[in-house]
């Protein structure tokens, strides 16, 4: 056994000290992987996938992996890399056919996306110009575009102040420009990628669908204690509480890298709520983080009907997450990380300090939950959880995820082998070995298997993950 210092999840079990835990094995997950460019040429049932209502047939269908929530160079704290050409680089690189733009409200970002994408028969993007980019032949795949963007609500609701992110997404420039023309009513677009705007929810998910009916939002990292829809901090305890008569317009959730579906499925008022993944990157090398598994046809109006309906989305990849730094109690000053039980005990006050603690996803998901944990409803999609190729090249090479030797391990799999889901979900571990090591290739199977140790993450730390080779 040899620890990888990475970020990573398993379940985890009360300890003797506070705030120490047990990892025990994480339950293993099926997980439908993509067929490159597969369709259907003839309706298709899907009984387990159906809702009430809905149906069977599905015409033309291709599953592809999508990730819809990024970040451009002009949100603050984001590399000068993101931009159109890296991110089609990157996201060949990752597996990923379909790309948010992130930032669609900012007037800088919008018109550079303008110039330089273009729309398709489809309704996504694409870019005008192939750029002069080496994609290793083994990578090379289409990448289409998704107009979006991320809003940070803040606002006073039901006395108190509310911090609510939403996620947008368009169907064309046209729809962008309108959205656009309303919310720089209420604040400067320019100030951020993600502006912080002084404008209630729902008010927004009004504009939105004003802007066309073709348009989506979602509440993003729905359960992250400072700025989401169920945050401890400023957020609801329910989907009605925030949107009120416009609810039923909120067809999904983003999970958060601090929460899966499992965490989810413990509440039934989710039940007819689709659960989508993201990266939430703020480098173009972080695509691909969280992603979720589409199986529509590969169009915009596919991937909003998939969305909408709860039929299109198969699967979501995931971190694991208690890698993610939201998801245990605590106080990070103070080093304290705590259960949800310690933290009632404590009064929800640092036992160190006498401060107040962080309450973090697990500890807000126990307390809106109306079903046990492991409960999952009869219509449900797989999910996978990994950690992130250079991470574990890192973790095996005993070096930093920058270094070189690191940097050229992780490409030389790609050349041979493939993009990075195929690498990390797909490929034999006979091949992986011969490319790179056994030492890799055993992190990676057991990776898949789940067979991690972690740290939980806590007040905007990482957890820390070591996994376990037999």
């Known amino acids: 056994m040899f620890a990888l210092f990475l970020f990573a999840r398993a379940a985890f079990t009360r300890c003797k000290k506070p705030g120490e835990y047990k990892i025990r094995p994480n339950r293993n997950f099926s997980f439908l992987f993509l067929k490159p460019a597969a369709k259907r040429s003839a309706c298709q049932e899907r009984p387990s996938r159906l809702r009430a209502g809905s149906q069977p047939c599905y015409i033309f269908q291709m599953e ?27 996201g060949q690189l990752k597996g990923i056919r379909v790309v948010g733009t992130g930032d669609c409200t900012h007037p800088g970002w919008l018109s550079e996306l303008e110039t330089k994408l273009v729309s398709s028969e489809s309704g996504l993007l694409t870019l005008r110009d192939q750029p002069g980019v080496a994609v290793p032949p083994s990578c090379r795949s289409e990448v289409s575009f998704l107009l979006s963007g991320e809003i940070s609500c803040i ?36 100030s951020d990628g993600r502006p912080i705007l002084k404008l209630d929810a729902k008010d927004l998910l009004q504009m939105v669908l004003e802007a066309s009916p073709s348009a989506l939002l979602i509440p993003a990292h729905a359960w992250t204690p400072h700025f989401s829809v169920f945050g401890a901090v400023s957020g609801f305890d329910s989907l009605s509480e925030c949107f009120d008569e416009l609810t039923p317009h909120i ?22 709520i689709t ?189 820390v993950v070591s996994v376990i080779q037999r």
Request: net charge positive; proline share 5%.
């Open 155 to 190: 606002y006073r609701k039901a006395g108190r102040t509310r911090k609510v992110h939403c996620l947008v997404y368009l169907p064309d420039f046209a729809a962008a420009r309108r959205l656009n023309s309303q919310l720089s009513r209420i604040g400067n677009l320019a």
């Open 275 to 463: 659960l989508v993944s993201n990266s939430d990157a703020h480098s173009p090398a972080k695509l691909g983080r969280e992603a979720t598994v589409f199986d529509t046809e590969f169009s915009y109006q596919g991937i909003f009907s998939g969305i909408t309906n709860g039929r299109g989305v198969v699967s979501t990849i995931e971190f694991f997450p208690e890698q993610g730094k939201y998801h245990a109690d605590g106080h990070r000053n103070c080093g304290v990380r705590l259960t949800p039980k310690e933290t009632i005990d404590c009064g929800y006050r640092c036992p160190v300090c006498g401060g107040k603690l962080t309450v973090g996803v697990l500890h807000r998901v126990e307390l809106l939950a109306d079903r046990p944990a492991g409960a999952r409803p009869e219509v449900a999609p797989t999910f996978r959880c990994v950690i992130p190729l250079l991470d574990l090249i890192g973790g095996v090479l005993q070096v930093g995820t920058a270094s070189k030797r690191a940097q050229d391990l992780y490409f030389k799999l790609l050349q041979m082998l493939g993009n990075e889901f195929y690498i990390l979900l797909k490929a034999p571990l006979e091949e992986i070995s011969v490319a790179s090591s056994v030492l890799l290739a055993r992190a990676i199977g057991e990776m898949r298997l789940g067979e991690v140790d972690i740290d939980p993450g806590y007040d905007g730390k990482f957890g």
């Open 64 to 90: 592809f992996i999508a990730d819809l929530h990024i970040h451009s160079r002009f949100s603050l704290a984001t590399s000068r890399d993101l931009t159109p050409e890296n991110l089609w680089k990157w």
């Open 251 to 272: 067809y999904a959730l983003e999970t958060g890298l601090s929460s899966d579906p499992a965490m989810n499925w413990r509440l039934s008022a989710l039940d007819g």
